[in-house]
């Protein structure tokens, strides 16, 4: 059963310039998060999907979107990108409910 | 503001040793609580999960514990191994209707042979 899927990798953006991610769930998970890591702030929670509708949503500025498709595959877009925006960025599905959540290899972002 | 604080934050061990590594939380709001292992530079592995009504689970030399009453938890890595090195991270979920995980700051573990 293959896991949860990120792309892509690595990327390298400018200041600026806006990037999307992609994150493909564990298949039957309708469940998809998504969190931000950098060494000075942590894991912190961006937002989270459930058959398409956003249900949570963390603190961050209105550059930071996403959207989950019929097929539970989500993405999320960073507009204006800024030198703090460079992270790992980490995906996350389940089944929902009390289940176990499961993430991906991450998306390392670099804003120069 | 919920927190998350894991203690210690960094440790150093010979290989074999039993180790205990804790987790307290300030949110009484526990619906399930979740272990993970971070390598450096990749995503997070679940080690195990423990729903609010369970005190604990195990899978091979792992055993986790849960205490909502204090708001704790500790993860006990029997007989470590240098393959155990990694960022050991506990987070929780406040409830059902969201899969929303409060992080911990996280325990860095070095295993050395």
């Known amino acids: 059963k293959a896991g949860v899927t990120q792309t892509p990798r690595y990327l390298i953006k400018t200041r600026g310039q806006q990037v999307t991610l992609s994150c493909s769930p564990i298949?039957?998970?309708?469940?998809v998060s998504w969190y931000q890591q950098t060494p000075g702030q942590g894991l912190q929670f961006l937002f989270e999907?459930?058959?398409?509708?956003?249900?949570n949503k963390g603190n961050f500025p209105g550059r930071f979107s996403g959207r989950q498709f019929s097929n539970s595959r989500s993405e999320m877009n960073v507009s204006t990108l800024e030198l703090g925006d460079s992270a790992l960025y980490l995906c996350?599905?389940?089944?929902?409910?009390?289940?176990?959540?499961?993430f991906g290899p991450g998306t390392r972002l670099t804003v120069l | 503001k919920q927190e998350v604080t894991q203690i210690p934050a960094a440790l150093s061990v010979p290989e074999g040793e039993n180790l205990v590594l804790n987790c307290s939380f300030t949110?009484?709001?526990?619906?399930?609580l979740q272990w993970f292992r971070q390598d450096p530079g990749k995503g997070l592995t679940s080690l195990l999960l423990?729903?609010?009504?369970?005190r604990e689970q195990t899978s091979g030399r792992l055993n986790a514990s849960l205490d909502k009453s204090s708001g704790r938890s500790t993860l006990y890595i029997a007989a470590s191994q240098p393959g155990d090195s990694a960022t050991y991270l506990c987070a929780h979920r406040r409830s059902y209707n969201t899969d929303k995980l409060i992080f911990g700051t996280g325990t860095r573990l070095q295993v050395f042979p």
């Open positions: 999907y459930f058959s398409e509708t956003q249900r």
């Open positions: 423990i729903q609010s009504s369970q």
């Open positions: 298949s039957g998970h309708r469940s």
């Open positions: 949110d009484s709001a526990i619906y399930n």
């Open positions: 996350a599905s389940s089944l929902a409910g009390n289940n176990e959540q499961f």
